[in-house]
């Protein structure tokens, strides 16, 4: 299933996130990691601190795994709705904001 994702990113962690998609850390995690990696790069803020991504999932619930081990610590509020395909959000590059974080100590 795909789902469009809305969320809203909590600033003093979302550095944090960005070094572990680049580490590879996240890119390791079965069996949703590359899925995460690529998501996050699809990913726009929309508003202020509000970030919409489309994501792929075979969760019983919506991002429950992606959720749990990675999405809850750096994101807040966040909500999916089904969708047909992958689809464009507009808005700026989350990933190139994260890049501008520091990661947390």
């Known amino acids: 299933m795909i789902y469009k994702v809305k969320a809203n990113v909590i600033e003093d962690r979302i550095g944090e996130l ?3 998609l ?3 850390t996240i890119a390791k995690q079965r069996p949703d990691g590359t899925e995460i990696v690529a998501s996050m790069k699809r990913a726009v803020l929309t508003d202020p601190g509000v970030a919409e ?3 792929m999932c075979f969760c019983p619930s ?3 795994h992606e959720r749990k081990t990675q999405y809850d610590f750096y ?3 966040m909500t999916t709705e089904e969708a047909d395909d992958y689809g464009v959000v507009e808005g700026d590059s989350l990933w ?3 890049a ?3 990661d947390t100590p």
Request: no cysteine.
């Open 96 to 98: 190139s904001y994260m």
């Open 62 to 64: 919506p991002l429950y």
């Open 100 to 102: 501008s974080k520091p």
């Open 75 to 77: 994101f807040t509020g």
């Open 53 to 55: 991504w489309y994501e």
């Open 18 to 20: 960005y070094r572990k």
């Open 22 to 24: 680049t580490d590879g």
